[in-house]
């Protein structure tokens, strides 16, 4: 199995700046990874896909970066409305795993 | 407008099976290019997903809880039926159907509300 881990766990950061998640994959998903935003008490949220394609609706402030094993989310200027868990989700195999999740805090 | 609901019971006892029920609108189940998954959230926790079946019927598990799912389409209902066999106060979770995205790649674009699952006896 794929194995997914993100880094950091916890992020703290104020807002309007910028702020960069880490996702790895133990082995090459090539480009076959999507990030979800999860808020307390609600379902996640489709933000990227194809570990660069904006979905819709999505605000251009989020974007995603890489390939193969290494993989970023980027905030660029962070919104009250972003303080959130986000979560990276591997399809390059049949066994769709997650990572364990960023929780982004107020600071 | 595509939309998913989750339905089922919120507590069942140790080594009981789970019944959920996804009820869908918005899309046709009828080919490989569309599929409806199941995914659970433990409180507090990350989530795991658990099944995927296609329109054309093809079905996938996850292979460390393989043994004890089943996932079924009754497309005259719209409904998605995922059983999970000899529950345990661990399976306790948010369980979420979701809709995988038209086309070659499986991840999640619409999500229904989730539906809490307690096991305990």
């Known amino acids: 199995d794929i194995q997914m881990t993100q880094s950091p766990s916890t992020l703290s950061a104020f807002v309007g700046d910028r702020v960069t998640i880490t996702c790895r994959a133990s082995q090459n998903i090539h480009s076959y990874l999507a990030w979800y935003q999860q808020k307390p008490g609600t379902a996640p949220k489709l933000l990227i896909y194809r570990a660069s394609s904006l979905e819709s609706g999505v605000p251009s402030r989020f974007s995603g970066s890489g390939s193969g094993t290494e993989f970023t989310l980027t905030i660029s200027r962070l919104q009250p409305d972003d303080f959130a868990t986000y979560y990276c989700?591997?399809?390059?195999?049949?066994?769709?795993?997650f990572g364990p999740g960023t929780k982004v805090e107020i600071k | 407008q595509i939309t998913l609901k989750e339905s089922g019971p919120t507590l069942v006892k140790p080594t009981q099976t789970l019944t959920l029920t996804c009820t869908y609108s918005g899309f046709l189940l009828s080919t490989s290019a569309v599929g409806v998954g199941w995914i659970r959230q433990p409180p507090g926790e990350a989530l795991e997903w658990l099944a995927l079946i296609y329109g054309n019927d093809d079905k996938r598990y996850s292979p460390s809880l393989k043994s004890r799912l089943t996932i079924t389409k009754d497309t005259s209902k719209n409904h998605v039926v995922l059983t999970m066999t000899n529950m345990d106060p661990v399976d306790t979770a948010t369980y979420y159907c979701?809709?995988?995205?038209?086309?070659?790649?499986?991840?999640?674009?619409?999500w229904g509300q989730g539906t809490l699952v307690t096991v305990s006896s």
């Open positions: 979701a809709h995988r995205h038209v086309g070659g790649e499986t991840y999640f674009d619409y």
């Open positions: 989700q591997q399809f390059e195999t049949y066994s769709f795993t």
